[in-house]
């Protein structure tokens, strides 16, 4: 697995994260691509890598994209400017734990 997939995931995500005051449509766009970019550039190597780790990192990456398409779809939901806001703020928690779990995979690929 390449470095710099996992480099160019997390500047994908970091990019929504900091776009998250555009339109929710948008962001249900976005979101959707990170989930194919994912499963195009990260997930399918992680059949073949015999690193337990890394599938670990991968399996709940995977895991935090599907939640992050569920919470994309409250915020599309959401009518008051309350409960937008704070589904932004999860969606933003949720960025940031998968930007984490790229650090990890970087770390442990470096090594």
């Known amino acids: 697995m390449s470095l710099d997939r996992y480099q160019q995931f997390k500047q994908r995500l970091e990019r929504l994260d900091s776009d998250l005051d555009m339109a929710v449509p948008s962001i249900?766009?976005?979101?959707?691509?990170?989930?194919q970019w994912f499963q195009v550039?990260?997930?399918?190597?992680?059949?073949?890598?015999?690193?337990?780790?890394?599938?670990?990192?991968?399996?709940?990456?995977?895991?935090?994209?599907?939640?992050?398409?569920?919470?994309?779809?409250?915020?599309?939901?959401?009518r008051q400017e309350t409960t937008r806001r704070q589904r932004r703020q999860e969606i933003h928690d949720r960025l940031s734990r998968v930007c984490r779990y790229c650090d990890a995979l970087s770390d442990n690929s470096g090594r």
């Open 28 to 35: 249900v766009q976005q979101i959707a691509q990170l989930q």
């Open 41 to 78: 550039q990260i997930l399918k190597d992680s059949i073949e890598s015999s690193n337990s780790l890394a599938q670990s990192y991968i399996t709940e990456m995977h895991k935090q994209l599907r939640l992050l398409a569920t919470d994309a779809a409250f915020l599309q939901a959401a």
